[in-house]
């Protein structure tokens, strides 16, 4: 787990209690707890199963998005960038998303409206874009 804060590894954490393994995917944004506050973090690996000498961890608070926010690909690019930039990981994955988005709350606004693409475009090969 990625948490925008000074230190340059990954947080574990205990999967949320009544979230399918199957649902946790590396780009999720979680709700977790981080000292004495709540902070967003975002899911970059999982564990297979639990290490005893890990202690005891923190669960996981809520899961905040149906679906991830960054791919495999997205993931990796900013990893090596974080590495390559000497950057603390959490720092430079959650700097990747919009502001909105790093903080905790629903992945839209219900009273913005967003831009859909028409049915012309569904059927638009996006190669044949210049």
């Given at each position: ?15 949320p ?14 709700l ?10 975002l899911?970059?690996?999982?564990a ?9 961890l923190?669960?996981?608070e ?10 495999a ?25 919009p ?5 905790h ?8 409206r ?7 475009a569904?059927s638009l090969?996006l190669?044949?874009?210049?």
């Amino acid at each position: 787990m990625a948490v925008a804060a000074p230190v340059a590894g990954l947080f574990d954490y205990l999967a949320p209690v009544n979230v399918p393994r199957d649902r946790l995917v590396p780009g999720l944004r979680l709700l977790v707890p981080f000292g004495s506050s709540r902070r967003v973090g975002l899911l970059v690996e999982l564990a297979g199963e639990r290490d005893p000498e890990l202690g005891d961890l923190k669960p996981v608070e809520a899961v905040l998005d149906p679906r991830p926010l960054l791919t495999a690909r997205d993931l990796s690019l900013i990893l090596w960038a974080a590495a390559y930039y000497q950057q603390p990981l959490g720092v430079a994955l959650l700097s990747a998303l919009p502001a909105r988005l790093r903080r905790h709350g629903p992945m839209l606004d219900e009273r913005v409206r967003g831009i859909r693409a028409t049915r012309a475009a569904d059927s638009l090969d996006l190669d044949s874009l210049a």
